[in-house]
């Protein structure tokens, strides 16, 4: 199964600067509950450097580099502009996406404008026929972004400790951007891992601004409570651990109907339709709920791909664009945003 379609440029440089082998090694190692394993296998290849020992509770993470290239890989994500996975499960099958992407690269088939960038898509997508140029997020394009988008210093060690991931510091700019425009005081987080948007957005709020976070696992909320609280923004953070359902329904109780303004949700896919309905009572007209993921690494628009969490997201999608109590925004950041705003 294809989870990433590299363009000509990529497959050249991965064929090129990861051999087989290493590729195999990671494939192994990520699959493996430890990194140990992936240490040992990037300390024994010979054209292997370890850029960083890799990061420990609760989720590793490890950068390697070849002569020309870097990868980083682990149980969060996978990057450095070669391959991108970005949550959980089936990490060696994203490894062997890759080795098939590679071999199904012909010699030659290399676009030079795709190194730059820049794909002309009436050509690259086929029949499809788009009148206008698709830009390429290409990693020196991707490192540009990143060079431009500002990080708070608590935020770049939140992702240098925890994990790493591309999205995270365009998606995080972003939600503290739209919690700024709107002027938002009061608002949600459904999913928050080790804690960088939920961060992202306190840092955004003012001071008499209250976040209500939740997540059912507690150990990753004791790793974000230690951020809130370094980043000097704990008192805005209502942290609340236990499955989502449960807590935006005690919010509702609780006299939240039409009292917040913002909302990122960012928890199990298969369940955004009732995070939506939730949700969207807690919103007050004119509010934003911003959903994570939705493009699914681009399975979304692939037909051949029928798992339940592909079919859920796109059902999801087409829902919303057709629910009249939203108007709708998805944007290509990270593995997908839908902005929705609230009529
Ligand atoms: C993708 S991570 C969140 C990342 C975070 N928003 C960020 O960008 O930094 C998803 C989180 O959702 C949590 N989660 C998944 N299902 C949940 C549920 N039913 N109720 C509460 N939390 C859940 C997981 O424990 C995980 O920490």
Redesign the pocket.
């Given at each position: 199964m294809i989870f990433q379609t590299f363009t000509g440029a990529q497959s050249h440089m991965l064929r090129s600067s990861l051999p087989a082998l290493m590729l195999n090694a990671i494939a192994i190692a990520t699959t493996t509950p430890t990194p140990a394993l992936i240490v040992l296998f990037a300390r024994r290849w010979p054209h292997l450097r370890l850029l960083r020992e890799p990061t420990s509770f609760p989720y590793f993470n490890l950068s390697v580099a070849t002569g020309t290239s870097s990868c980083s890989c682990g149980n969060g994500g996978w990057d450095g502009g070669l391959a991108y996975s970005y949550?959980g499960g089936a990490r060696g099958l994203r490894v062997q996406a890759a080795k098939a992407s590679l071999q199904s690269t012909k010699e030659g088939e290399l676009d030079p404008r795709a190194a730059e960038g820049l794909v002309g898509s009436e050509e690259s997508s086929g029949s499809h026929g788009v009148g206008k140029q698709l830009l390429q997020l290409t990693a020196p394009l991707h490192s540009y972004i990143l060079a431009h988008t500002p990080e708070h210093e608590v935020l770049r060690e939140l992702r240098r400790e925890t994990f790493e991931k591309w999205s995270?510091q365009m998606?995080g700019q972003l939600l503290a951007m739209l919690v700024k425009i709107l002027g938002a005081t009061h608002c949600i987080?459904?999913?928050?891992?080790?804690?960088?948007?939920?961060l992202a957005v306190a840092l955004a709020l003012p001071e008499s601004g209250r976040l209500v976070v939740?997540?059912?696992?507690s150990r990753?909320l004791e790793v974000a409570r230690k951020f809130y609280l370094r980043a000097g923004v704990n008192h805005k953070v209502d942290v609340r651990c236990?499955?989502?359902?449960d807590i935006l329904t005690d919010l509702q109780k609780q006299g939240g109907i039409g009292r917040y303004d913002f909302a990122?949700i960012?928890?199990?896919k298969r369940?955004y339709s009732q995070y939506y309905e939730l949700t969207l009572e807690l919103i007050r007209p004119g509010g934003l709920l911003v959903f994570?993921n939705v493009l699914w690494r681009g399975k979304v628009a692939d037909s051949q791909v029928k798992d339940k969490k592909t079919t859920s997201m796109r059902d999801f999608n087409k829902f919303l664009l057709t629910d009249s109590r939203v108007h709708v925004c998805l944007i290509p950041v990270g593995d997908g945003m839908m902005i929705c705003r609230k009529v």
């Open positions: 949550w995270s998606q987080e459904v999913g928050v891992y080790t804690g960088y948007s939920s939740c997540d059912r696992d990753s236990g499955l989502a359902v990122f960012d928890a199990d369940m994570d």
